[in-house]
């Protein structure tokens, strides 16, 4: 009887010790598809249920950089994933802005695990470009004006934008890039050269490649700009005394003081107020600048004179807009280059009048000067044309009829 205990023992001893020798050669199967430890990013496994989360999944793995990345299909994934794997990189490389400018190669490993479908995607990237993550992405390409203005202040030269959705081609970005310029003339020595180079994605997205060419080096660029705010053309005068008129004639009287116009010159800021002579847009630009350190407004204008391209620029004084011709003023010229009207400046210019505002305003400078006491009122263009164009007193009693004469007639008349 013992023996017989003893031998169903020993039995069921053997049985336990076969049962655990299964069940740890299991765990250890299934300890090779789970880390012990949490896995990265570029490790990190999401599942897709359909081609248009496998085309996301995707996106998302470039937008971030990444170079590995496995992706799992559940097991009642709606598709054919071999067809779907293929589809999803064609529609990524070629659909999406992104991708199109920085993915070189999409290639993917897919075997079974268990129960379902894995592939294990691995993307290079080009290196003639910046990584993604450096790509900055806009929903709109409303604002753009100012991130184009940030990057001109501080000197960039290139720069990467994403927008979503974005009706600008390359050449609308381009010239972007210069009516951001030439509306604040102070964020750099010299209006920078743009070239973009423009991709299309799905819908409206559009990235853009921005490159500036400011003409100098970074070093020369920051000696350039420190030399322009080290000026002070302004020390000593009693700005509190001066109204906005007299504060853009100092302006225009400052430019012209310091300043040669050359149509053949340079069209910068730092050789009309460094340089001692610029062109007509060189001058305008330095006009600018040296109204706003005035606290007087004026922008540029691009037009023509004579028929030739030309620049000036619009000034605004006490709520009204005038013309400014800087290089007129530097001439000598104040009559007919400061403070004019619309209809004054239209007899030898021409510009788009819908693109700036009216300048319609009262004054002008004679009436500066006969306010300073510069020119006496009597001297003025009008009177003095008026005085010219009257009939002489003396002619006028030349040609006027004799009255002795008549009456010497008369009386000769009557001793008939």
């Known amino acids: 009887m013992e023996r017989a205990v003893l031998a169903l ?10 049962g655990c020798g299964m069940f740890q050669e299991e765990y250890v199967v299934v300890g090779d598809y789970v880390p012990a430890e949490a896995p990265s990013r570029s490790e990190e496994r999401i599942t897709v249920t359909r081609l248009s989360e496998l085309r996301e999944a995707l ?27 293929a589809s999803a990189c064609w529609q990524v490389r070629t659909q999406d802005a992104l991708c199109a400018y920085c993915v070189e190669n999409i290639s993917y490993d897919l075997k079974k695990i268990v129960n379902y479908m894995e592939a294990h995607f691995s993307i290079r990237y080009s290196e003639a470009v ?24 501080a000197g960039e030269r290139n720069r990467v934008v994403l927008i979503d959705r974005s009706t600008y081609s390359a050449e609308g970005m381009e010239e972007l890039v210069s009516t951001v310029y030439r509306a604040d003339p102070i964020l750099a020595p010299r209006e920078p050269e ?19 060419d400011y003409g100098m080096d970074d070093a020369e660029r920051r000696a350039r700009l420190e030399a322009l705010a080290s000026l002070a053309p302004f020390e000593g005068l009693e700005l509190e005394e001066l109204d906005e008129a007299h504060r853009a004639l100092a302006a225009a009287e400052t430019l012209a003081a310091g300043c040669v116009y050359d149509p053949q010159g340079a069209n910068d800021l730092y050789s009309a107020l460094i340089g001692g002579s610029a062109d007509d847009e060189g001058m305008a630009f330095a006009y600018v600048r040296l109204c706003a350190l005035l606290g007087v407004s004026a ?25 400014v011709d800087p290089a007129l003023c530097a001439a000598g ?21 819908s693109a700036y505002p009216p300048c319609t305003g009262d004054l002008s400078w004679h009436a500066l000067a006969v306010m ?21 007193a003396q002619d006028e009693e030349e040609n006027a009829p004799d009255a002795a004469v008549e009456q010497d007639g008369n009386e000769n008349s009557t001793d008939f």
């Open 9 to 18: 023992l020993c039995a069921a001893l053997l049985l336990a010790l076969c």
């Open 59 to 85: 996106l998302e793995m470039v937008s971030a950089g990444e170079t590995e990345r496995s992706i799992a299909f559940d097991a009642g994934y709606a598709g054919e994933i071999s067809e779907d794997i």
């Open 130 to 153: 910046c990584v993604p993550t450096e790509v900055l992405r806009r929903p709109y390409s409303s604002g753009i004006d100012e991130l184009l203005r940030e990057m001109i202040a």
């Open 194 to 212: 743009a070239a973009v180079m423009m991709l299309s994605g799905s819908g409206m997205q559009r990235l853009y490649e921005i490159n500036l």
């Open 299 to 323: 922008q540029v204008v691009y037009g023509q004179r004579n028929w030739k391209d030309y620049s000036w620029n619009i000034v605004s004084v006490d709520g009204s807009f005038y013309h």
């Open 333 to 353: 010229d104040y009559e007919n280059g400061f403070l004019l009207r619309d209809e004054r400046m239209w007899e030898d210019c021409r510009w788009d009048v």
């Open 372 to 392: 300073d006491g510069l020119i006496e009122e009597e001297n003025a263009p009008e009177a003095q044309d008026e005085e010219e164009n009257a009939p002489d």
